[in-house]
T-cell receptor, first 112, second 109 residues
Framework: DAGVIQSPRHEVTEMGQEVTLRCKPI?????LFWYRQTMMRGLELLIY????????DSGMPEDRFSAKMPNASFSTLKIQPSEPRDSAVYFC??????????FGDGTRLSIL | TQLLEQSPQFLSIQEGENLTVYCNSS?????LQWYRQEPGEGPVLLVT?????EVKKLKRLTFQFGDARKDSSLHITAAQPGDTGLYLC?????????FGQGTRLTINP
């Protein structure tokens, strides 16, 4: 079975540009999570969805960040405009209710 | 805000030695999970502890959940180079995970 698939694996762009990160959850999972990992702050939850509906976006740092889940097999995390402090590894995870989360291999984002 | 503190943050020891990593919180969690993360990959779940005082073993790894369900420990016996990685604890509450900062473990041959 395919795990959680994230793309791209690496992204390097200049500040001010729009960045879109993509995630395909495990088929059948009804929860999807977006995390950000940095050395300073560790792994932080940004937002999570249940059945494609955003449930908790309290971790989204500011209005420059937005996330969507148009269907059960796809989600995006968008940063517009991007800033150097957004540089981090962004992870997507999915799960069934009350079951362990399965993580993708992340997108390493560098904003110059 | 629920916080989990892990210690130590970094640990480098020789192959064959024993070690313990700690995860402490002022909050009570319904359960606590331990993950291991390797470079370029996402965290992978090792174990979930649910009951206060629970002890779980995974080969040379022993996980313990504190009686008050606020803290946990991971003990590795006879560490091997393959144990090298980032170990993360995470408190579970209402579908959300709260992660500790992690312990970066290096086992030297």
């Amino acid at each position: 079975d395919a795990g959680v698939i994230q793309s791209p694996r690496h992204e390097v762009t200049e500040m001010g540009q729009e960045v879109t990160l993509r995630c395909k959850p495990i088929s059948g999972h009804d929860y999807l999570f977006w995390y950000r990992q940095t050395m300073m702050r560790g792994l932080e939850l940004l937002i999570y969805f249940n059945n494609n509906v955003p449930i908790d976006d309290s971790g989204m740092p500011e209005d420059r960040f937005s996330a969507k889940m148009p269907n059960a097999s796809f989600s995006t995390l968008k940063i517009q405009p991007s800033e150097p402090r957004d540089s981090a590894v962004y992870f997507c995870a999915s799960s069934l209710i009350n079951q362990p989360q399965h993580f993708g291999d992340g997108t390493r984002l560098s904003i110059l | 805000t629920q916080l989990l503190e892990q210690s130590p943050q970094f640990l480098s020891i020789q192959e064959g030695e024993n070690l313990t990593v700690y995860c402490n919180s002022s909050s009570v969690f319904s359960s606590l999970q331990w993950y291991r993360q390797e470079p370029g990959e996402g965290p992978v779940l090792l174990v979930t502890v649910v009951t206060g005082g629970e002890v779980k073993k995974l080969k040379r790894l022993t996980f313990q959940f504190g009686d008050a369900r606020k803290d946990s420990s991971l003990h590795i016996t006879a560490a091997q180079p393959g144990d090298t990685g980032l170990y993360l604890c995470a408190g579970v509450g209402a579908q959300k995970l709260v992660f500790g900062q992690g312990t970066r473990l290096t086992i030297n041959p």
